[in-house]
């Protein structure tokens, strides 16, 4: 007796990892990222928000850097076709497991949890904005621009631009002509309380594609967050009471809170899972709570 | 036959109608297939108790059992089960207690000592290498458990250890504990089972060492584990007890409230260890055998003292809506005078405070956050007058005389009131308190394990839930037979193997890993083979309806729920992992002659 490890009405999160890189002169997905890599920071970030599998979709024999062991790791079959081929492996893997997929590139150093939901709840039927049925894809229009490798697509478009790919069309915006697409824009993102507190400017979806780029999001301070210690980690040391700190993961935060993030921590972010990752990206507005691995009895 | 290390090879059973006694030898196969403690004790209640006899009856065996690490010098190995069918359940019950009884109670040459029959009138029972004596308990009938203990003590020696019931065993209150040392085996209502034979206290003497195969192996090891035990996997019991779970349950809602209709409560911090340790804390203490020392003493500001753990301020707190800390501490201490289990006495409230709540039982003073009203049920219980009579018979059959649909937020499974792990958003943990043969039990289990640490999504279970649900399952089999304290298992990097290595210094016999983990699935399905033969059915392994058809949401936003498909599914693959039919019996028959008579 077998039983599919994630329900079929889940989401699962895509990141296109293939890409010349040719403007940056060095592979983005490998790039520091406050002692992560751009990759592991965004399927992580990715990871938080879908409750389904995190697929990387890669070149052929493309090196990646360490991952989460939890992310499955795809390949493209045929290099240099743009995201359309990422797309097709992505979704075609994702579509064991869910019904539909958030779907983004490697460079986006600023995407939110916030967001990637904000997009997955697009595919909620919502007649009263002329959705009475859910689209196809739900595709951010931020900034005046479409957003296609920050988007939602049903899995099952895979086999359409498998089909697309086969008649040499290769831009996005092929799919889009062929089906339902529900574009969100900024105040359509805004209106979304949790998202217009942690992210305003929207910065989900700035990439970087050049050495400067990299270089002044990297500058930016690591995100403010809420940290609460619990048990003996508050009453030892004076940890009690919770702090503000910016950290870009857990184990950047516990180091700051005097914590040595060992096997004998465990984590909560915002309520939700146990993580025993260090990695695991911390976002602006996230609530980290730490406590005793063996916390039960 | 010689007698392996570590054990006695008999157990002494009393007829308490008449003080006639019996010594059962007990096979080396028996020994090593069962252990002692829980897994024993199963064997034991399998042998012993006529099949259908109900939980009260003086027919019912009630069994004191040790284990092979009974006075031996490793750490946390004080510790004895008791064992018997459960007035609650209907179903096989054990729990665990510690401390200097344990000791003595094998060295008087035992390893388990089982109670059987009725007394004319109450009585002591006492057991020592000279024999065994029932004395007239008049004097301690009425008294709490502590009291009773101290009394014997004092009219018979310091050289006793007592195990004894207070007011709630007398008056055969379903959860009723029996204590000693202020711990209690406490749940399942084992002090109701002693109450209805007329026993107030049974005391022993014991003189009797028992050899160890490896004398200086086990010293070694010993000392090697009493060094691991002061190290961080036990910091957290050592300086605060588990009472540091409740802020963090709290933080990843977790923490049952009001009768589980939330998952966290709003007043949590006034209950937290990291307060009440800097303004109620009076005293720390360990068990006899212990250098971990969890035990954390507090006083309330009228001076009541009461150890408290998660368990009891749980049930007795947020699960009653009571957020006074001085008010929980009393009420843990009348829990502990009168003999009540937190858990079960604090659910079986809560049940009907939301009752009260919903206008389908006319108790107006019996309001969720009332702490006065929470002491008032506790002493209606004790006593059985008023709505505590129907109290005492625990929220299952309080729910079947209330009626309405109150049976649906009974909090409960097989009879037995659920711990404080919210199963919605720890579902593995919902798996456990599902299939465990003693009922809504977080001890036997230990699924909680699985759901908090980091690997699996905890609010949406699936077969990996199932297996890690297997494992922890596993893991307490072996350490409530050996019998280990569960606070000690963060220590062993390879606990089946650690094991039988140190069960190999005391015993002689050339175990491992393997043949402890297969000892473990034995003791598993040996008691639910008990429970089959006394009407266990696949229904039985169940969640009240509350939690199959109510979302909760965590800090983060996101929903829990556990749909009834869900929980089946996660049935049906613990049955298929355990070599169980879809109707949770075993597909294939044992041939193992140590479990024949079982199924």
């Known amino acids: ?297 | 036959m010689r007698t392996p290390g570590g054990y006695c090879g008999q157990a002494l059973v009393v007829d308490v109608s008449d003080g006639s006694t019996t010594v059962l030898p007990l096979p080396e196969d028996v020994l090593r297939g069962y252990l002692g403690g829980a897994g024993l004790g199963t064997w034991l209640l399998t042998e012993l108790a006529p099949a259908g006899v109900a939980p009260l009856d003086p027919a019912a065996p009630l069994a004191f059992v040790f284990s092979p690490l009974v006075g031996t010098p490793l750490t946390t190995s004080a510790k004895f089960a008791v064992v018997a069918k459960s007035p609650l359940t209907g179903l096989l019950n054990d729990a665990l207690s510690s401390s200097h009884f344990a000791i003595s109670g094998k060295f008087t040459g035992h390893d388990a000592i089982v109670v059987t029959g009725r007394a004319q009138a109450p009585a002591n029972l006492l057991i020592d290498e000279e024999g065994v004596r029932l004395v007239d308990a008049a004097a301690q009938w009425g008294m709490s458990a502590a009291e009773a203990e101290e009394s014997v003590r004092e009219q018979y020696g310091r050289k006793w250890r007592a195990a004894s019931i207070g007011p709630a065993g007398e008056r055969a209150v379903r959860y009723a504990t029996i204590s000693h040392d202020g711990r209690h085996a406490g749940r399942g209502g084992l002090g109701a089972v002693l109450g209805a034979k007329n026993i107030k206290c049974v005391a022993v003497r014991g003189g009797k060492r028992v050899e160890l195969a490896d004398r200086e192996a086990v010293l070694a090891a010993a000392k090697d584990l009493r060094n691991r035990s002061f190290g961080p996997a036990t910091e957290k019991y050592r300086e605060l007890g588990t009472l540091s779970n409740l802020l963090a349950f709290n933080a990843i809602s977790t923490l049952p409230t009001r009768n589980f209709q939330s998952a966290t409560f709003a007043d949590a911090p006034n209950l937290s260890a990291e307060d009440l340790a800097q303004s109620r804390s009076v005293a720390r203490s360990s068990c006899a055998s212990c250098s971990i020392g969890c035990e954390h003493i507090y006083a309330s500001k009228g001076g009541t003292k009461a150890r408290v753990e998660y368990e009891n301020v749980f049930a007795l707190g947020p699960m009653c809506g009571v957020s006074d800390p001085d008010q929980v501490l009393e009420a843990s201490a009348r829990c502990d005078e009168l003999g009540l289990d937190t858990i079960s006495a604090g659910g079986t409230i809560a049940w009907a405070m939301e009752c009260v709540d919903r206008g389908l039982l006319d108790v107006p003073w019996l309001r969720f956050g009332d702490g006065a009203a929470l002491l008032r049920a506790l002493d209606e219980i004790g006593a059985r007058t008023g709505v505590g009579d129907m109290l005492a018979e625990g929220s299952r059959r309080a729910s079947e005389i209330v009626g309405q649909g109150s049976g649906a937020f009974a909090p409960h499974v097989k009879g037995l009131e659920m711990p404080g792990y919210e199963p919605r958003t720890m579902q593995s943990m919902a798996l456990g308190l599902a299939v465990n043969a003693r009922g809504a039990d977080h001890n036997r289990s230990g699924a909680y394990e699985a759901d908090l640490k980091a690997g699996l999504d905890r609010v949406h279970g699936t077969a990996e839930h199932v297996r890690a649900a297997i494992q922890t399952e596993d893991r307490a089999a072996v350490m409530d037979s050996l019998i280990f304290c569960k606070f000690l298992r963060g220590v062993f990097t390879e606990p089946f193997e650690e094991w039988a290595l140190l069960l190999s210094h005391v015993t002689g016999w050339d175990v491992d890993g393997e043949e402890l983990r297969e000892t473990a699935r034995r003791i598993v399905m040996a008691k639910r083979a008990y429970n089959l033969r006394e009407g266990w059915t696949a229904s039985d392994d169940w969640l009240p309806e509350r939690f199959l058809d109510g979302s909760l949401s965590l800090g983060s936003g996101r929903t829990a729920t556990l749909p009834p498909e869900r929980l089946r599914m996660m049935i049906d693959t613990y049955y298929a992992e355990r070599g169980l039919g879809r109707d949770g019996r075993p597909l294939v028959m044992s041939t193992d002659s140590r479990t024949e008579s079982r199924t």
């Not at chain 1, 490998?30 to 002692?35: D, E, I, K, Q, T």
């Not at chain 1, 002044?216 to 003996?232: F, M």
């Not at chain 1, 950290?247 to 180091?255: G, I, T």
């Open chain 1, 1 to 297: 007796m077998t039983y599919t490890v994630y329900s079929m009405n889940s989401s699962a999160g895509v990141v296109l990892a293939g890409g010349r890189s040719s403007r940056m002169g060095a592979p983005k997905a490998a790039l520091n990222w406050h002692g992560s890599t751009l990759l592991r920071h965004v399927t992580g970030v990715v990871g938080r928000a879908v409750d389904g599998p995190v697929i990387v979709v890669r070149a052929p024999d493309q090196v990646l850097p360490e991952l989460d062991p939890a992310v499955a790791v795809q390949e493209d079959p045929e290099e240099g076709r743009g995201p359309m081929q990422g797309l097709a492996v992505g979704l075609s893997a994702a579509a064991e497991h869910a019904e539909t997929a958030f779907v983004c590139s490697t460079d986006l150093p600023f995407l939110h949890t916030a967001f990637v939901r904000a997009v997955l709840r697009g595919f909620q039927p919502d007649p009263a904005s002329g959705w009475a049925n859910p689209p196809d894809v739900v595709l951010p229009f931020v900034g005046g621009f479409r957003q296609p490798m920050a988007a939602g697509y049903r899995t099952d478009l895979a086999g359409r631009v498998t089909k697309l790919l086969e008649e040499q069309r290769l831009r996005p915006a092929h799919l889009f002509e062929e089906c339902a697409v529900r574009q969100i824009d900024d105040a359509g993102f805004l209106a979304d309380p949790r998202l217009a507190e942690v992210d305003p400017g929207l910065d989900a979806v700035v990439n970087v594609n050049t050495p400067e780029e990299y270089s002044a999001a990297h500058g930016r301070p690591a995100p403010e967050i809420t940290v609460e210690r619990y048990g003996v980690l508050a009453t030892r040391g004076g940890g009690r009471g919770t702090v503000r700190i910016r950290a870009a993961n857990l184990a950047d935060a516990a180091r700051q809170v005097g914590l040595a993030f060992d096997g004998h921590i465990v984590a909560a972010v915002n309520g939700d899972q146990i993580r025993g990752d260090g990695k695991l990206p911390l976002l602006a507005g996230d609530t980290v709570s730490f406590f005793s691995a063996d916390a039960g009895g």
